[in-house]
């Protein structure tokens, strides 16, 4: 770097500086942050980014596009390419009693009661606690390797998967199918969590919290030799995309995937009855603390591939297979403070800060209070919830807490005998400890009771709120802007640069000011860094350097949001009550947002709202009443004007076999059904896209009737709607 004063730089001196130093910052850049391997110290590296900044300063026209000062926040890790799954990584539906068992058998038997002889088998064994991977192997050779992502999308890790020594890089044996992905965990035993701890330890390092999570760091980083230092393990269990289906049952196929060189869990077996699945999966709890790494649960698939695909999936989960879950590890330890937070839709959720305790492998440093009368040991009728008296919750109290799997923790106990006498009840604010305006409760009217959650009454005025819809605004289940995470959304909100959803679309316009803010927070970092420089030196780089995007690139991130799906459209308008399910609901119902908002605003200005909203499964008084409220409000009403002056949502198509001939028709099903059970007719009736109503109206246009027809065949008849049989409807569908 140059030592010349700024004022003394001549144009060109200037310019050939300023790429030097663009590309000296981009690979410190890299170094740090994508090879975990810095190369200069923090001093070098801010004097770097300090002289950049006084000479843009000094030569504005000579900024340049890839200027580091464009950099919007900066990248954990950069650089994987994203890969889509051509058959997508589900999750799994989640029994906790045995009583979640037995329901589940028993929807399968009733999935399946035509078929009288037919013998539902399942596979037992153990659910792994790591990261899921995909593997694909063309003609027995490892070709990619995929981190899950959101089940859709995951990254393309090939190079650091092939470092695990459990994941063979050709297939041994024969009869592999020409292309498969094999699925299954990485993990990290506990010996080598321990053996990475003690080295950490030893050289001053990182710190790592628990086997998964240091599991999943490894397999994301740039070195790929970092990843083969971490020993990784993997076992299969499952396939995606395949030429052909390994065997007839998951038990075979999961045990050919042994003979082709992968490791599979010893503890697999197979079970038909619930008494067969619940012994071994006592079996299997009772080696838990021996198999030297965290297993969270037992996976019970239906082994018959043929009755899986028929059984089929609902959204994210296959219906054939379920994960019983272990019961929640407890810990004790001490509520040291309670903070109030304040959520999107004005919540004031209260969470106990703890004494940091070890809970199954992981640090627990708070805990989730629900509401007031949680904290008051009450639940909504008055009536105690911890113990046979009402138990509060006081500020030193000693608790047990628990831990079950990704949720929050809970406190499950207060230990009264330890309880000392300047512990005094808490009193929960009836002002909102953001914005000052009144917090209270509402009153159901239906039930005549108040609600359980306190909220602030400041809406939009209360940044609290505002802020926290921006960020539900840009999350990925609603717009998923690139490069708008929470922290920018933040960034922009203080800086005053986006007060509404509609401010993000017009902050092009605003480009200097965005650089400013943007150049302001890197100032302020970089003090601090300062200050810290030396101790917590990488926590602070990490935190700052999140999300480096270019401002071009977040501008195009914007605008390639500006069609919008409907349904996520809806999601992201914060409406209470209104998740995902909720909000693809009311897509696929009124299929445009013009639509959405007619029926919002006349379902608000009607007398009895619930008879004017169309009746739509799933969807019931709550969620009327949350949009009643919504469309009811004029301040929604400008903020989604101007919204929708910005983007325009996508009218929304089923997605799902649009080219079968019975998609986008309404069907009904009536009779007695001798091939399929009513849920299976259905379920196959909406994976062709058809939609299944359960009575006959001018809109429906196939009613499929089974012998014992009564009224709906009669009112189909008077309408005109085409009637067909069981095997008609076979035959049209060709199945
Ligand atoms: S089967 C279609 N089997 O659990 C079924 N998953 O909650 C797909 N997991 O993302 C999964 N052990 O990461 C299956 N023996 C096992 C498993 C297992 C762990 C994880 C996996 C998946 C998650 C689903």
Redo the contacts with the bound molecule.
Sequence with gaps: MSTKPVEDLSPDEAEAELARLAEAIAAADIAYHQNDAPEITDAEYDAMRRRNDAIEEAFPHLIRPDSPGNAVGAPPVEGFAKVRHQVP????A?AYTEQDVLDFLERGRRFFERDKDLELAFTA????????ASLRYENGVFVQGAT?GD?SVGEDITANLRTIKDIPHKLKGSGWPRTIEI???VYMTYAEFQALKARSAASGGQHYVNPRNTAAGSLRQKDPSITASRNLRF?A??WGATSEDPAPTQFEAVHKFAEWGFPI?PL?ARAKTVDELIGHYKKIEEQRSSLGYD??GV?Y?VDQLELQRRWGYVTG??R??I?HKFPAEQATTVVRRIDIQVGRTGTLAPIARLEPVTVGGVVVENATLHNEDYIAGIDSNGLPIRGDVPIDIRIGDTVVIQRAGDVIPQIVRVVLEKRTADAVPYEFPHTCPVCGSPATRDLNEKTGKEDSRRRCTGELICPAQAIERLRHFVSRGAMDIEGLGAENMDLFFNAGLVKTAADIFTLRDRRPEVQKALAERREQQARQREVLSGKTRKNVRSVEDRNYEGLDKLFAAIDARREPELDRFIFALGIRHIGETTAAALARTFSTVEELIRVGKETAAAADPKSVFPSIDGIGGTVIEALVDFFGNQRNDDVLDALLAQVRPKPYVVAVSANSVVAGKTVVFTGTLEKMSRSEAKAMAERLGAKVAGSVSAKTDILVAGPGAGSKLKTAEALGVEVISEDEWFARVGQ
Excluded: H
């Excluded at 990584?89 to 799994?92: H, I, Q, V, Y």
């Excluded at 064994?125 to 899921?132: A, F, R, T, V, W």
């Design positions: 990584m589900l999750s799994l989640k064994e153990p659910k792994i606690d790591g990261l899921s899950r089940g699925r299954g965990e076992f269990y499952a869990s697999m297993i969270d996976v698939k989960e296959p054939w297979a994960a």
